[in-house]
Each structure stands twice: as C-alpha cells, then as structure tokens.
C-alpha cells in the first residue's frame, strides 16, 4: 500500500484562529513533507521530518510548526490562520535513499 | 538560485496527437540534480510519472519519455500519441540538493486536456 492519507480533506478556518492539518502514512517511510500549493504557483517545500528531526524552510520559519508523534503520523499546525494561509496543503513521504515521494491528495484549506 | 520552468497552460491537443512539454532547470546549488514528472489526475493527489537521476539517461513510463539534458538543462516530456485519458496537470521538479533530503523544487505545472 503506497497511500498516504490527509485529513480533512477541505478546511475552513477563521483568521486568526489554529489550524492542524493530518498526514498518515503506512509504508513506514522515515521522511515526511509538507508543501504548500497556491494557484498558479508551483508547490513550495515548507517543512520535512526526517526520522524525529524536523527540518523548516528559511522563508516559512516562524509561520508553520509541524509535529510527528510516531513514524506513521505528521501533522501541520498553523497557531493563527491569515487570509495568506489559503492553500493546498500536500503532505508526501519517501524512505531515506530513495528518490520517490509519494504524495497524499491533499488538505485545501480557506482562511476567512 | 535552483528553479524549474516549465511550458505555461493550459495545453489543448486532439487524441492521438503527439505532445511535448517543456521543462527547464536550474541547479545552481545542487551538484547531482535529480529529475522528475510528477502527474495529478483529476481527484488525486500527485503521483510520480517518471525519474532521471543521472544526465544524459532517458526516462519512461506509461508512453511517456523524458530525457536528461545537462548541456541544454532541460528534461522535456514528450509522448507519441496522447490519449483523452492523459488530461491531468504535469509538474517537473528538481531534486538532489545538499544531503539529499529529497526536497522537490517543482515548476508551475502544465495543464494538459486532451480532446477526443
């Protein structure tokens, strides 16, 4: 089985208000990604956890936290949604040493 | 910086056309660049079509070629004849970077439909 599921599927959040966003994954992959996809944008690496050491991008420091209680699970946690958080959220995860990601389908999250 | 440009859509062919979408690299900080399509179906989350991980290597699956360019820094995606089933957004990414920790680089994404 090479699904990697998200949950929910779609999101509406208030501004200012938390958002945590699931990823599951049973192929015992010791990475875990998050990418943000906006329209006419290209996906965007904004964290990864590699075993229980997460990694963030530079630009996206401060605006997302991520957390990975087991190897199986990764979640995506934004402390106070804003009107830019609006995006498809694609979670993916791959073993170390190997090039494939397998990706998730996808959270589409609305901040209002 | 490393980026990826990719033919801008949507792309409009007849079936059994043959297609071909451009994609282009920039590795600056990468010394190994990897190469990827990525594919989504309507309703589906991406999918990886096909992968190059050493230049001058061709690359296919389901009809679909690319191949590995580092004198040109291209990996173009080309297929002989299209099917109405292949209408889906194609997304060519760069990979390979510093302690391969499989960070993607993704270009925008090209959005093939394909008439019957």
């Known amino acids: 089985d090479t699904t990697v599921k998200q949950n929910p599927r779609y999101k509406l959040a208030r501004v200012g208000k938390p958002v945590n966003l699931i990823c599951s994954q049973t192929m015992n992959h010791d990475t875990m990604y998050w990418y943000q996809k906006k329209p006419n944008q290209a996906p965007k690496l904004l964290l990864f956890?590699?075993?229980?050491?997460?990694?963030r991008e530079a630009d996206t420091f401060e605006k997302f936290q991520s957390s990975r209680p087991n190897n199986s699970f990764c979640s995506l946690y934004i402390g106070s949604a804003g009107l830019e958080y609006s995006a498809m959220y694609l979670c993916?995860?791959?073993?170390?040493?190997?090039?494939?990601?397998?990706f998730g389908p996808g959270t589409r999250l609305l901040v209002l | 910086g490393d980026s990826v440009t990719q033919t801008e859509g949507p792309v409009t062919v007849s079936e059994s056309e043959s297609l071909i979408i451009n994609c282009t690299y920039s590795?600056?900080?990468?010394?190994?660049?990897?190469l990827f399509w990525y594919v989504r179906y309507p309703g589906e989350g991406l999918q990886l079509l096909l992968k190059?991980?050493?230049?001058?290597q061709k690359g296919s699956s389901r009809g679909f070629e690319a191949t590995y360019n580092k004198e040109t820094t291209s990996f173009h995606l080309q297929k002989a004849s299209v099917q109405e089933s292949d209408s889906a957004v194609y997304y060519c990414?760069?990979?390979?970077?510093?302690?391969?920790?499989?960070?993607?680089?993704f270009g925008l994404g090209t959005t093939l439909q394909v008439q019957p």
């Open positions: 993916a995860s791959r073993t170390g040493g190997k090039d494939t990601q397998y």
């Open positions: 590795a600056t900080s990468i010394a190994y660049p990897n």
């Open positions: 990414a760069l990979g390979g970077g510093a302690g391969n920790t499989g960070k993607l680089i």
């Open positions: 190059v991980i050493t230049a001058g």
């Open positions: 956890y590699y075993d229980k050491i997460l990694n």
